[in-house]
């Protein structure tokens, strides 16, 4: 079971940044509004996530570190529909065969907080702890016991740059939640609680929120809403490109198409606009379900999808053509 584990680990967490959002999205899960991430060497040696969500029951403890026990998903319908980031119910246990994992947690209500610990074999008994609130999981030396997979990792200084990714994304797709990130004990971010356009701005730079549009857009099943700007007006990196559909961060190269075709047509612009766009439309109308790092999707009509984000952004670009600085 545990070299089961250890060969879907592979798959799921290929590298700390990959730890980090499992991590993350069972915080948001589990209806955090406060995130806290602290990092040592770029998550190689330490990734800690401590949020205030409902927490775990004692009697669950186990069971979260168990392959397939996931609390998210009753059915098979379910699957269809996913409203819940995680639904696999193997992250946890695929990190706890290649890392040394301490689980603590605090069920909502209870005075109590409960801690289990798993070192890449069978896990510890449940054991009280303190904790003032909701969860508090910590992955130590990742692929300690898988010394091939650990050769993999690159410098700590890479594997933070991803991890900052990863936490980026998920910060600009809540700015309802507080985040903040540690690395080696040096504060490196702190977003508190805000609106879209104030965590874009903290995320992309105030420079980006002032060269790009706003984007909001709804049609029947369909609606998309953010901003977009061209690169050459913002000091955003080149590959500023944040799409959400139904709340979790893809590469697609068709809604960057669409949007790429849309700078092309109004502005007669052929480079790679950099936008943070958050496109909304029936679960079951897209399969997230294509990859466990779950960056793809398959929409049911592709066609529509893409129609409809570059009539967004060419409306969007309409209004604002008069006022842009020559090309
Ligand atoms: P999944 O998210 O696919 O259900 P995971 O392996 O990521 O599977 O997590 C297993 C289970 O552990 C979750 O279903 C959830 O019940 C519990 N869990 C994990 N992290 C948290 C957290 N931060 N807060 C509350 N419950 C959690
Ligand atoms: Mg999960």
């Not at 979260?64 to 980031?85: G, N």
């Amino acid at each position: 079971d545990i070299l089961i584990s250890q060969i879907a680990a592979g798959e799921v967490v290929e590298r700390p940044a990959a730890a980090l959002k499992e991590l993350l999205e069972n915080s948001l899960d589990a209806g955090a509004t406060e995130i806290r991430v602290n990092l040592e060497l770029g998550g190689t040696q330490l990734i800690r996530v401590a949020d205030n969500g409902v927490g775990i029951e004692e009697a669950q403890l186990n069971l979260a570190l168990a392959r397939h026990a996931t609390s998210k998903i009753s059915s098979l319908e379910d699957l269809e529909c996913v409203a819940s980031l995680g639904f696999r119910g193997e992250a946890l246990a695929s990190i706890a065969s290649i890392a040394r994992v301490r689980l603590a947690s605090r069920a909502h209500g209870s005075e109590l907080a409960y801690q289990i610990q798993a070192d890449g074999a069978s896990p510890s008994e449940v054991q009280p702890t303190a904790l003032t609130t909701g969860t508090t999981i910590e992955v130590r030396d990742l692929f300690f016991n898988t010394p091939a997979r650990r050769k993999f990792l690159k410098s700590a200084a890479t594997e933070y740059a991803h991890c900052n990714d990863v936490f980026q994304r998920i910060a600009l797709a809540r700015p309802d939640v507080s985040f903040s990130l540690h690395h080696n004990d040096r504060a490196v971010q702190l977003w508190r609680e805000q609106d879209m356009a104030e965590r874009i701005s903290a995320v992309l730079g105030a420079d980006f929120n002032q060269a790009a549009v706003n984007v909001a857009e709804t049609t029947a099943g369909l609606s998309v809403h953010g901003m977009s700007a061209l690169p050459a007006y913002s000091r955003a990196s080149r590959d500023a490109q944040y799409m959400f559909v139904n709340g979790r961060f893809v590469r697609d190269k068709l809604l960057a198409h669409a949007l790429k075709q849309a700078y092309h047509d109004i502005l007669h612009h052929d480079r790679h606009p950099a936008y943070c766009l958050f496109l909304t439309l029936d679960p079951a109308l897209v399969d997230v379900n294509v990859h466990p790092a779950k960056t793809e999707v398959r929409f049911r009509d592709s066609r529509a999808v893409h129609q409809f984000i570059y009539h967004a952004i060419n409306k969007s670009l309409a209004g604002r053509a008069g006022q842009a600085p020559a090309a």
